[in-house]
């Protein structure tokens, strides 16, 4: 099977089941990460579009912190069902229906990796075409164990098996127009992953050295020249 119809398959499935945008996990996690992007961006932002907004983590916590409406795209009619954002769209990330620069800052979390790798550097070229100011991608690090497993095990999630933060630098170095302004690692607590009776210890390991060592994700922040 295609990677493309793989994909389809698994996230036209019904999601009813998964955590949503309330779970102490996802709050922990994705309004953790719009609080530090926030203090890397220099001057105001006043609009941000959410690439692969599945049910609305990220964007939810996106609009909370930044105090404005997100809008988000997705691929999956499932995903984009759940969420509970007002301005959400049913579109791909390698062909975003909005004009350029229409956006101050356009993230993406947990998205590339699931596209095949010669769409990826599509998706990072339409991201800074109808970004004004930044990109933001987080995306699964291969080098933490329990990441390793779950790719091997779960054909959908094999597409992680090249994400590195030396893979993330690599595919948005190649762009001569962007600037990487930071890149890292962080987080060992997963949205829907992680089991609440061992919240507490992932959270005070995610403030030990070995989260910018061994975290589940590879973030990195650019801004267009």
């Known amino acids: 099977m295609k990677n493309e119809e793989l994909q389809y398959k698994f996230w036209e499935k019904d999601k009813s089941d998964r955590r949503n945008v309330g779970h102490p996990a996802v709050e922990y996690i994705y309004k953790n990460m719009a609080?530090?992007?926030?203090?890397?961006?220099?001057?105001?932002?006043?609009?941000?579009?959410?690439?692969?907004?599945?049910?609305?983590?990220?964007?939810?916590?996106?609009?909370?912190?930044?105090?404005l409406e997100c809008a988000g795209i997705d691929f999956?009619?499932?995903?984009?069902?759940?969420?509970?954002?007002?301005?959400?769209y049913l579109a791909s990330v390698t062909k975003i229906p909005f004009k350029d620069n229409s956006f101050d800052?356009?993230?993406?979390?947990e998205l590339l990796h699931h596209?095949?790798?010669?769409?990826?550097?599509?998706?990072?070229?339409?991201?800074?075409?109808?970004?004004?100011?930044?990109?933001?991608?987080?995306?699964?690090?291969?080098?933490n164990l329990a990441n390793l497993l779950f790719f091997l095990l779960k054909p959908?999630?094999?597409?992680?098996?090249?994400?590195?933060?030396?893979y993330l630098n690599n595919l948005c170095s190649q762009h001569n127009d962007l600037i990487i302004i930071k890149s890292y690692k962080d987080s060992f607590v997963l949205p829907n992953k992680t089991p609440m009776i061992i919240f507490p210890f992932?959270?005070?390991?995610?403030?030990?050295?070995?989260?910018?060592?061994?975290?589940?994700?590879v973030n990195i922040l650019c801004k267009k020249k």
Do not use: H
Request: proline share 5%.
């Open 35 to 67: 609080i530090k992007l926030k203090t890397l961006l220099d001057g105001p932002i006043d609009s941000i579009l959410d690439c692969g907004c599945g049910n609305g983590f990220f964007q939810t916590y996106l609009s909370e912190v930044f105090g």
């Open 115 to 143: 596209l095949p790798r010669n769409q990826q550097q599509s998706a990072v070229k339409e991201m800074k075409r109808v970004a004004k100011s930044y990109i933001f991608i987080s995306e699964p690090n291969r080098n």
């Open 156 to 166: 959908e999630e094999k597409g992680g098996l090249i994400f590195t933060k030396n």
């Open 105 to 109: 800052l356009v993230t993406c979390s």
């Open 202 to 217: 992932m959270k005070f390991l995610d403030k030990s050295f070995l989260s910018s060592w061994l975290g589940f994700a």
């Open 76 to 88: 999956s009619k499932e995903m984009i069902r759940l969420n509970p954002n007002p301005r959400t």
